[in-house]
Nanobody
Framework: VQLQASGGGLVQAGGSLRLSCTTS????????MGWYRQAPGKQRDMVAS???????NYADSVKGRFIISRDAAKNTVYLQMNSLTPSDTGVYYC?????????????????WGQGTLVTVSS
């Protein structure tokens, strides 16, 4: 299983970016797919997630600004990021918990993409 994250880049504060996470095969193999962020010098934290049933969850810091969505036909999950601030800077990772895990959260031993860097300038 491969997760390919893309869409990162440099953007000014207040701007927007859309990240994409494409997997080989159906996204419905996974109980949950999510985006995680690791800011410089900090631990990796969950930003947003979407379950196989379509339920979504967001970190408090991004509620109202970020939207996670999916396109099953393209085997892709998106993260639309709006009203970006410098505190959103970091490496964004796509991750997924497989259906056989029985879990609706992602663990370190699950599938992780390579990360895409988002830099928000002030």
């Amino acid at each position: 299983v491969q997760l390919q994250a893309s869409g990162g880049g440099l953007v000014q504060a207040g701007g927007s970016l859309r990240l994409s996470c494409t997997t080989s095969g159906s996204i419905f193999r996974f109980n949950v797919m999510g985006w995680y962020r690791q800011a410089p010098g900090k631990q990796r934290d969950m930003v947003a997630s979407i379950t196989s049933g379509g339920g979504t969850n967001y970190a408090d810091s991004v509620k109202g600004r970020f939207i996670i969505s999916r396109d099953a036909a393209k085997n892709t999950v998106y993260l639309q990021m709006n009203s970006l601030t410098p505190s959103d800077t970091g490496v964004y990772y796509c991750a997924a918990a497989p259906g056989y895990s029985g879990r609706y959260y992602v663990s370190d031993d699950d599938y992780w993409g390579q990360g895409t860097l988002v830099t928000v300038s002030s």
